[in-house]
């Protein structure tokens, strides 16, 4: 299991090796010179673009449907499921996110019990 402050979307598919892969030679060149000089233009991309993450779209607690505050301490983000299949859920505070959790391992709970049941 793993905790993590809102920061990025899951499941988006691309990696950074892929991402190399799509740039032609002269993109790689300047990426290259860019990464020579302190990487300062790809740094400012970055942010940007984690800015434009971070701000939108409004989230919602998943225990008790309060809109998040991301910048608020007590914000906590689960990710959860198997690697190929990670879900994301935010919570406003630390008791919706038990709250979520008694949740999901009733669900699990009962999801064993029709199995056996078969
Ligand atoms: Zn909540």
Redesign the pocket.
Known sequence: MMFKYNTDEFNQGVHIRELINYLDYKELLKLQYDLKHGGVHLKKLVEQRIKELESSPKKY??????EIDPSSPTTQTLIFGPPDFKKKAT???Q??LEYFLNELKTLKGNQRNIKNNK
């Open positions: 607690c998943a225990g008790c449907g309060r919570f406003c505070a008791d919706c």
